[in-house]
């Protein structure tokens, strides 16, 4: 069943196809009050950003927030990094799976819950070329089936 997606602000299509995604978390996101209405807008790229784990606190990086256009002065930092707010066990499981070799944390979707603001961010390990070829592949296999049976 297809999630409800009325609230997605933005997604990391890109993230899916780099990497098998093994784990996946929600986590809330320390933000500006430009930040928040920059968000709003739909004004974030996920593409080039990661989760980093730096003394038992998880922060967001690379991802860019596009500065809001009527925020003057106040305005914000497009590419800082922002704190992720999770429970203890989840980023001691998270700066575990940190510690493997090829294993990236990668943010997957924002989108907003109850007026907050939210990252599901995802364990991915790297795809190498011919595993991208084969996910293309089989996708394209698939498409085929159900155009070929679709009533």
Known sequence: MKEKNENLI???????????????????????????????????SLRDGYVQIINGSAFLENVHISEYKQGNRYNHDPLRSRRLLLHKKEIRRLAKAQEERGVTIVPLKVYLKHGFA????GVGQGKKEYDKRETIKKRDQDRELRRKYKF
């Open 10 to 44: 933005a997604q990391n299509k890109k993230a899916r196809h780099d990497y098998f995604i093994k784990d996946t978390f929600e986590a809330g996101i320390a933000l500006t009050g430009t930040e928040i209405k920059s968000i709003r807008a739909r004004r974030i």
């Open 118 to 121: 939210k990252i599901l961010i």
